[in-house]
């Protein structure tokens, strides 16, 4: 597997998790909370351009039909890119199912055309049950976990999902990035502490 810093096979289903929030803030109300009280375009993580996500997709060599997660798709841009350049084997997974939500009245008809998966990253159910992926995406999710149990958790879904040969790309806060985002405090990361959770496999 190789690491890049900074199977549920029925399309357009949707799957939900039924899982609690153990901690004292219920993410799903939060998320919930930001996505139908901030337009997407006003979000802190909001990008105009996604060159440098797709230079990095194209440095991979992998094929339209390769498998790609997006961790914490939220109602992002990046399954609208990845539809028009013809990529064909898409799955979006957030805790917010307002969020995808958004995401596929945005889309429409070609939301069929993506695997929708609501659930919990710090206490996957559906996600424990996907085949394995070429392409582990997430772009300013792992920095929201603080707490070391949920980013082992986190590291152990990803390792048993991510497989032999394929790639994780990673953008969160670094180490002189903002210590909170959308009112939580955020985990920072340099390319070395991401290295090392991922371990030798990668």
Known sequence: MNG??????????NYYSTSAQPDAINLKEHWNHVYVNSPE??????ENDLTPTFDMINKTGL??????LNIGSGSSTLIDELLSLEYSNISATDISDISLNNLKTRLGKASNKVEWIVDDLTNPT??????????????AVLHFFTESK?????????????????????AEFNTEGAVKCSGLSVNRY????LIEKLGNDF
């Open 150 to 170: 949920d980013q082992n958790i986190y590291f152990n879904l990803l390792k048993s999902k991510v497989k032999q040969g394929g790639f994780v790309m990673f």
């Open 63 to 68: 094929s339209k039909s390769a498998r790609i």
């Open 190 to 193: 340099s390319k070395e502490m």
């Open 41 to 46: 375009e006003k979000l802190g993580w909001y």
């Open 4 to 13: 890049e810093s900074s199977e549920i096979n029925d399309k357009g289903k």
């Open 126 to 139: 559906l996600l424990n049950k996907i085949q394995p992926v070429d392409l582990w995406i997430d772009r």
